[in-house]
C-alpha cells in the first residue's frame, strides 16, 4: 500500500509535470501589446527615433500598442490576441480563424520565417503572423522594416 505521503508527493510531481507541458504548448492568457513592443522595436519600424512610451488601448479583441515618432507624422501599430483573448468576446473564434479572416480580405503575399505562418495584406500594408495560439499584425512602416520589426517582437510571444 502505498503511504499517503508518497501518493501526495506523487500528485504534486504529476501537477508540477502538466503545467510545465502546457506551458511548452505555448498557451497564451491575456497579452499586452505595450508589454511586448519596445521603442527600440518600434525604431527599427520606423528607422527614426520614437515617443515613449507607446500609447496602449485595446480595439475589439487585439491589445494595441502605438508608437509616434519623434518628428513627423510616421506611426508603428501592433496588435496581438491570443484565443484566450478571442474567446472572451467570441465563442468559438481562434486565434488561427482571426488570421484566415484577415487573409481573406485583400491580396496578399506570403512572407516566410515568421511564426507558424505570415503573410503581407497588400491592400492595407498590414503583415499579419499567426505563431501558435497568438495573432499579431504590424501597421504603419514599410514592409521591409515591419518583417525586422516583426521578427524581434516574434521570439518574445
Known sequence: ?????????????SLLALTAWSGERH???????????????AKVALGSAVKTPGKQTTIDVFSNCLYSAKTGFKFFQVQVASTAMIQAKHKGRTAAIEYSQAKAGGHTQTVSGLGDKAFWLTSYK???VLKGDVVSNYYGAPESRDVAAAKRIETRL
Do not use: F, N, Q
Open 1 to 13: 500500500m502505498i503511504s499517503r505521503t508518497v501518493a501526495c508527493a506523487w500528485l504534486g510531481l
Open 27 to 41: 498557451s497564451h492568457g491575456t497579452l499586452k501589446a505595450c508589454s511586448i513592443v519596445t521603442s527600440a522595436d
Open 126 to 128: 498590414e503583415l499579419w
